[in-house]
């Protein structure tokens, strides 16, 4: 179990390695590209959705976000029911990059499942999407301040 958890993590880091070199150039670094898809793709989400569906802490998500308004990514707007409640919107600068960033998902999506049948293919996402759902749980439980027995 231990190494098929190692290459989750190897795959994952050399994805996002990759990103953020070829990102680098359109001035978003470390990760900062996950939370501009997010938005792009969910506009008017709010920071706390976002932070858990990315699965950070808050305090990680509020710094990444500020970092994306302040290079004019994206912008947060009051919200016409509650004014506590800011939502994130990408702004034009951050629309523009968004194909560039789907692109690139979506190249390395074909490079890493190279060589699997369309079979293979769903039934690795169906046992990766129940190996999330198993790690949620303890995220959540975690996330809550709890520790877990090991």
Same mark, same amino acid.
């Given at each position: 179990?231990?190494?098929? %958890?190692?290459?989750?993590?190897?795959?994952?880091?050399?994805?996002?390695?990759? #990103?953020?070199?070829?990102? !680098?150039?359109?001035?978003?670094?470390k990760?900062?590209?996950?939370?501009?898809?997010?938005?792009?793709e =969910?506009?008017?989400?709010?920071?706390? !959705? *976002?932070?858990?569906? @990315?699965k950070? $802490?808050?305090?990680?998500?509020?710094?990444? @976000?500020?970092?994306?308004?302040?290079?004019?990514?994206?912008?947060?707007? $009051?919200?016409? /029911?509650?004014?506590? @409640?800011?939502? *994130?919107?990408?702004?034009e600068?951050?629309? +523009? @990059?968004?194909?560039?960033?789907?692109r690139? /998902?979506?190249?390395? &999506?074909?490079?890493?499942?190279?060589?699997?049948?369309? &079979?293979?293919?769903? #039934? *690795?996402? &169906?046992? %990766?999407? +129940?190996? #999330?759902? =198993?790690?949620?749980k303890?995220?959540?439980?975690?996330?809550?301040? =709890?520790?877990? &027995?090991?």
């Amino acid at each position: 179990m231990m190494e098929i %958890l190692r290459e989750i993590g190897k795959i994952a880091r050399a994805l996002d390695s990759i #990103s953020n070199i070829e990102f !680098k150039d359109y001035d978003l670094t470390k990760g900062q590209y996950l939370y501009l898809v997010r938005i792009c793709e =969910n506009p008017g989400i709010i920071q706390e !959705k *976002l932070a858990e569906m @990315i699965k950070v $802490d808050r305090t990680t998500a509020a710094r990444a @976000i500020k970092k994306l308004e302040l290079k004019g990514f994206i912008e947060k707007i $009051d919200d016409e /029911h509650n004014k506590k @409640i800011k939502r *994130l919107f990408p702004t034009e600068r951050g629309e +523009k @990059i968004y194909p560039f960033i789907k692109r690139e /998902h979506d190249y390395s &999506n074909t490079i890493a499942l190279e060589g699997l049948s369309e &079979n293979e293919t769903e #039934s *690795l996402l &169906n046992m %990766l999407t +129940k190996v #999330s759902k =198993n790690v949620e749980k303890d995220w959540e439980y975690v996330k809550k301040g =709890n520790k877990r &027995n090991y």
